[in-house]
Each structure stands twice: as structure tokens, then as C-alpha cells.
């Protein structure tokens, strides 16, 4: 019967030489609550062997969109893995969840071994990155659906935080307030939004993604353009667990325009300083390349910011010190105000 199912273009066999490569990759990311095995039908975690006493569980999906035609173009999936599991951990983050576990969902019209496993090594990366254990996924052979090398990825993630820890705080004492400060985290490039537009630029500019990108002669364009989303879990966990935040805005397509708002209660805004704003090279290039006006950037890309952390005034000078002592150098870029 395998041997029809292979004719058909499912190649079973090829599926279980995935998981025998994967599953060393799976066991690195255990974690307290989770040893990070394959092979069962579900995953399973334990909430009281990983510390919480009230947790509230918190659940985010997502995927990279078309920065997997970059991918597939530049033949580099060793770290689009890492896009997908930042696109999901950064949102939980946003409700003062930390990951506890993720899956994956590979989907392809011919399985090629060696391109899902470095996919996947890149999965056990971010996973990693995030402290989340990856307790299971699953691998779609679906021949006739994608053409070619085609595949596509989607990533579920469960985080936890104690009930009176949830973000964003809007009500009592603690509450955000106008004078609260807005902290960014820098992100590392367009992470995982905007790649439709992107690559309209690429295609109508005939720009060569192999060649030195114009804004950074160390690396090819295309390695600038598929630089990993920051996963800012382990930047922002020593501050949780400070009670220094009152609020976590994951800066995803919409940008600052879009992204930030959502975090607040009615009756605050915003109140950005323009100079702090100025666009890194990379998308100081999309822009002047792409001939996109300021509404159009500010709408499609982070435009630098991949976070923005609100704390008061108070507990500034300290959560810029933790933020310092990470890999994430924060910004000072305005405050909330009153509406």
C-alpha cells in the first residue's frame, strides 16, 4: 500500500526519516513541565513542574508569510524556523506570557528531507531562544497543492503567567497612566512582515538578491532580507518578574500605527519623539528603492521597532538597565498622553 501512496506522491517513508532527524533537535528544547520527545499523538505539559501556582494559559499562531519565497530562492531555510516560533512567542509575550511549549505544521508537495530538517533545525533554535519546549508538529505531503520545492509553515504556541501578572495593565494601581514611558527593542529587519511588498520591489527594480546589499556590503541582499525575527522572551522576563511592565506591544504588520494602540485603554496615546524614529538603512533603501511614502512604511514594516515596552517613570532608569544587560539595546522613543 506504501508503495501505491508513493506512486500517488506521498512518500511515507520519507516522512520517518524526518522524524528520526528531527527528534535529537525536539529533545534539546526540554524545559521544566516538558521533555521535548516526539512520536505520540499529543504533547503533553505540566503546569505545576514548570512553577506556576494560578497561571492563565495564553495560545498564539501565526506564520512567515512570502518571506518563504525569499527563502526558497536564496536556498536558505536554516533560520525561517526561528521567524516562525519569534511571530508566535512575541505575541503571548504581549499578555506577560512566557512560551511553554509550540508545534509546527510543515506543508510541502514532495518532502525533501534535508530542507525540513533545517527548517525544523531552525524551529529548535527560536524554541531555544524562547525557553519553549517543541513537544510536536506535524509534516503534510500534499502533492498537487504546492508546486516545486514549495512548502509552507504555520506555528501554534502555549504560553502561561500567573493570574494577577496578565499584561497589559489597565486597571488598578499599577495601571499605565499618560506619562508612561515607551520603551523599543530594535528588530533585526522587516522580521516576517511586508515580503509581498518587498519582493514587488525586488522584481520591479531587477535587484540581485545574491549581490552585496546596498546598505550593508558584508552580506548579500537577500541574507539581509531573511536576517531571523528577535524573539524578545529572555530580554523581557527578568523584567516581568520585576513587575516593570505595564504593557508589551509586539510591533508586527500595521507597525507602530496599528500595533501600538492595541495595548492601550481608551483615553491614552501614543506621543512618539520623530527623532528617535529614523529608519535604520535597510528600510531607509526599501523606501527611496521602493519610492513608499512615510504612511506607507509606517503601515507595512517595523521600521526598526520589532517591541515597544511601557513602563512608568518610576521604574525607566531600571528597566533600561535590564533591557542593557540583554543582546536587546532599548530606545527611549516617547510617552503615553492623555486623549
Known amino acids: 500500500m506504501s508503495d501505491a501512496y508513493k506512486k500517488a506522491g506521498v512518500d511515507i517513508d520519507a516522512g520517518e526519516r524526518l522524524v528520526k532527524a528531527i527528534g535529537p533537535l525536539a529533545k ?21 513542574a514548570a512553577g506556576f501556582s494560578d497561571p492563565i494559559l495564553v495560545s498564539g499562531t501565526d506564520g512567515v508569510g512570502t518571506k518563504l519565497k525569499l527563502a526558497l530562492a536564496m536556498n536558505c531555510h536554516d533560520t525561517i524556523g526561528i521567524d516562525l516560533v519569534a511571530m508566535c512567542v512575541n505575541d503571548v509575550l504581549a499578555q506577560g506570557a512566557l512560551p511553554l511549549f509550540f508545534l509546527d505544521y510543515f506543508a510541502c508537495g514532495k518532502l525533501d ?36 520545492g514549495d512548502y509552507d509553515l504555520a506555528g501554534f504556541c502555549v504560553g502561561a503567567v500567573e493570574r494577577d501578572h496578565l499584561l497589559p495593565l489597565h486597571e488598578g494601581s499599577e495601571k499605565m497612566q499618560a506619562g508612561d514611558a515607551l520603551i523599543a527593542l530594535a528588530s533585526s529587519g522587516p522580521h516576517a512582515n511586508g ?68 495595548i492601550l485603554p481608551d483615553g491614552l496615546a501614543p506621543e512618539l519623539d520623530e527623532a528617535a524614529l529614523a529608519l535604520p538603512p535597510l528600510f531607509a533603501w526599501l523606501q527611496e528603492t521602493g519610492d513608499l511614502s512615510d504612511a506607507d512604511m509606517q503601515r507595512t514594516f517595523n521600521c526598526g521597532i520589532g517591541g515597544v515596552v511601557v513602563v512608568s517613570q518610576n521604574n525607566l532608569a531600571a528597566a533600561m538597565t535590564a533591557l542593557e544587560k540583554s543582546d536587546m539595546p532599548p530606545r527611549l522613543i516617547g510617552r503615553l498622553k492623555a486623549v
Open 195 to 262: 515580503y509581498s511588498l518587498i519582493r514587488k520591489i525586488l522584481d520591479e527594480r531587477g535587484a540581485d538578491i545574491k549581490a552585496a546589499a546596498p546598505f550593508d556590503e558584508a552580506r548579500s541582499l537577500g541574507k539581509a532580507l531573511l536576517a531571523p525575527t528577535k524573539i524578545y522572551v529572555k530580554a523581557l522576563e527578568p523584567l516581568l518578574k520585576a513587575r516593570l511592565v505595564k504593557g508589551f506591544a509586539h510591533i508586527t504588520g500595521g507597525g507602530l500605527t496599528d500595533n501600538l494602540p492595541r
Open 28 to 48: 534539546a528544547t526540554a524545559r521544566p513541565g516538558a521533555d521535548g520527545a516526539l512520536g505520540g499523538f499529543g504533547g503533553l505539559f505540566d503546569l505545576k
Open 113 to 148: 528531507v534535508d530542507v525540513a530538517t533545517q527548517v525544523v533545525r531552525g524551529i529548535a533554535e527560536g524554541c531555544k531562544q524562547a525557553g519553549a519546549a517543541l513537544v510536536g508538529g506535524e509534516t503534510a505531503e500534499m502533492p498537487g497543492m504546492y508546486a516545486g
